[in-house]
T-cell receptor, first 115, second 119 residues
Framework: ETGVTQTPRHLVMGMTNKKSLKCEQH?????MYWYKQSAKKPLELMFV???????ENNSVPSRFSPECPNSSHLFLHLHTLQPEDSALYLC??????????????FGNGTRLTVT | AQKITQTQPGMFVQEKEAVTLDCTYD???????LFWYKQPSSGEMIFLIY??????QNATEGRYSLNFQKARKSANLVISASQLGDSAMYFC????????????????FGQGTILTVHP
C-alpha cells in the first residue's frame, strides 16, 4: 500500500454513539494531521502530531479526541457529536512538522454524517 | 493573520486548452510557502505544486505551472493542455515560517475553484 489511507470512507452515527476514524500513512513521514472540511468553508486544521507528540490543538471541542500511537497511525475518537460536526474529515502527513515547504499528503477522507 | 482568496467559484475550459486559476494571498510575513491542491470527487487532496516566497523562478510540474507575482501577492495556477481528468476542485494554500522556524502544517486554504473541462 502507498500513500495515506483512511477508514472508514463513510460513517453515519447518532449523537450518542462513540466511533473512531483511522488513518495510516506508508510514506515514512514524521508528522500527521487531522483537517475538517465542511460545506462552503475552507479546510480547518484540527490537530497536529509531530513524532507522535501533539503539537497543535486548534481549539477543537473535547468531543473530538485524537490519538497517535506511532508515527504511522493516527486516530480520531468521536463521542456525543452534534449534527454540525457532519463533514469530510481528512488525514494528512508530511515529512516533518517543522518546514514551511513540506507539502502535506492527504488521504481520501471519511465522510461523516451525524444524525 | 494570513488569508487566501480564490475569487473564481467555478471555471470552464475546453479540452486541450490552457486555464488559469486565480489565487491571491495576504500576509505580512516574508517567509512563506504557497501550494496548490486538487480535490476530485473522490475526496482525496492531491498535492500539485509548491512555490517558496524566496524562489526566484516560477515553479513548474509537468502541465502545471505557478505564476508567482510577489509584489501583487498572487500565485495563480496555470494548467496547460487541459484533460477531462482535470475536472475537480482546486485549492490554493499558504504556510508560514514562524519565528520558531516551524509551521506545523498550518496550511491556510482558500475557498476553492471548481474546474470543469468540456470535451
Amino acid at each position: 500500500e502507498t500513500g495515506v489511507t483512511q477508514t472508514p470512507r463513510h460513517l453515519v452515527m447518532g449523537m450518542t454513539n462513540k466511533k473512531s476514524l483511522k488513518c495510516e500513512q506508508h510514506l515514512g513521514h514524521n508528522a500527521m494531521y487531522w483537517y475538517k472540511q465542511s460545506a462552503k468553508k475552507p479546510l480547518e486544521l484540527m490537530f497536529v502530531y509531530s513524532l507522535e507528540e501533539r503539537v497543535e490543538n486548534n481549539s477543537v471541542p473535547s468531543r473530538f479526541s485524537p490519538e497517535c500511537p506511532n508515527s504511522s497511525h493516527l486516530f480520531l475518537h468521536l463521542h456525543t457529536l452534534q449534527p454540525e460536526d457532519s463533514a469530510l474529515y481528512l488525514c494528512a502527513s508530511s515529512q516533518d512538522g517543522f518546514s514551511y515547504n513540506s507539502p502535506l499528503h492527504f488521504g481520501n477522507g471519511t465522510r461523516l454524517t451525524v444524525t | 493573520a494570513q488569508k487566501i482568496t480564490q475569487t473564481q467559484p467555478g471555471m470552464f475550459v475546453q479540452e486541450k486548452e490552457a486555464v488559469t486559476l486565480d489565487c491571491t494571498y495576504d500576509t505580512s510575513d516574508q517567509s512563506y510557502g504557497l501550494f496548490w491542491y486538487k480535490q476530485p470527487s473522490s475526496g482525496e487532496m492531491i498535492f500539485l505544486i509548491y512555490q517558496g516566497s524566496y524562489d526566484e523562478q516560477n515553479a513548474t510540474e509537468g502541465r502545471y505551472s505557478l505564476n508567482f507575482q510577489k509584489a501583487r501577492k498572487s500565485a495563480n495556477l496555470v494548467i496547460s493542455a487541459s484533460q477531462l481528468g482535470d475536472s475537480a476542485m482546486y485549492f490554493c494554500a499558504m504556510s508560514l515560517y514562524n519565528a520558531g522556524g516551524t509551521s506545523y502544517g498550518k496550511l491556510t486554504f482558500g475557498q476553492g475553484t471548481i474546474l470543469t473541462v468540456h470535451p
